[in-house]
């Protein structure tokens, strides 16, 4: 063999040599097995293995509610992972809000009816001008395509001009709003008549 065979196989030992030396260290490096120690210095030549960190590199956490993306075919396409169920709150019935009920026309009259007695007996029996005694009262109603009440009259029996219009007055002021009546689908303006007893001491 010639010298300039010689140097050439000498050389390409040399540069495979300096290769694989420098892939371990790539790999110690990026591989998580290289000791922390910032002041050291590798040097040409020293052992590699006392500077990898032989204990088992903890895995990274991941986080599971994040979104990822996946290359697939050269088309990218979204993956939500699996939802977290020890994050969520919890919901209970109770704190599910109820619908709404809704009151009947018999229940709207009972508590409009209730009002306006305790208010007719506060108001208007302790006015002078009307007479001790138990009356009866026909009220006359109607109830219009809206569900809006319209008080005709209020009839006291025995008869008093003084009660009369102002029970008719009372009830007016304070006149609630029904559920429609509907005839073949269609809302309808209705006459009611409903009595009640007021008995003034």
């Known amino acids: 063999m010639n010298a300039i065979m010689k140097k050439g196989i000498l050389f390409l030992l040399l540069t495979s040599s300096v290769i694989a030396n420098a892939q371990t260290l790539k790999e110690a490096l990026y591989g998580g097995k290289l000791k922390t120690d910032s ?13 990898i960190d032989t204990s088992k590199k903890k895995p990274v ?4 509610n994040k979104t990822v993306v996946v290359k ?8 939500t992972p ?5 994050k969520l709150a919890v919901v209970t019935d109770s704190a599910v809000a109820a619908p709404p009920t809704v009151k ?14 305790a208010q007719l007996k506060r108001d208007v029996l302790p006015d002078k001008k009307i007479k001790s005694g ?3 009262i026909l009220i006359d109603y109607d109830i219009d395509v809206d569900g809006k009440v319209i008080i005709n009259n209020a009839t006291p029996d025995p008869a008093d001009r003084n009660l009369q219009e102002l029970v008719r007055q009372t009830l007016e002021a304070a006149a609630p709003t029904m559920n429609p009546i509907l005839s073949n689908g269609k809302p309808k ?9 007021l008995t003034k001491e």
């Open 134 to 136: 138990t009356y009866y």
């Open 72 to 79: 697939k075919d050269s088309v990218m396409s979204t993956v």
């Open 104 to 117: 009947s026309n018999n229940q709207i009259w009972k508590q409009f009816i209730d009002s306006a007695s």
């Open 61 to 64: 956490e991941v986080d599971k």
């Open 82 to 86: 699996p939802l977290d169920t020890t």
């Open 189 to 197: 303006r209705v006459s009611k008549k409903y009595n009640f007893v």
């Open 39 to 51: 002041g050291t210095v590798i040097r040409k030549g020293e052992d590699l293995g006392s500077k």
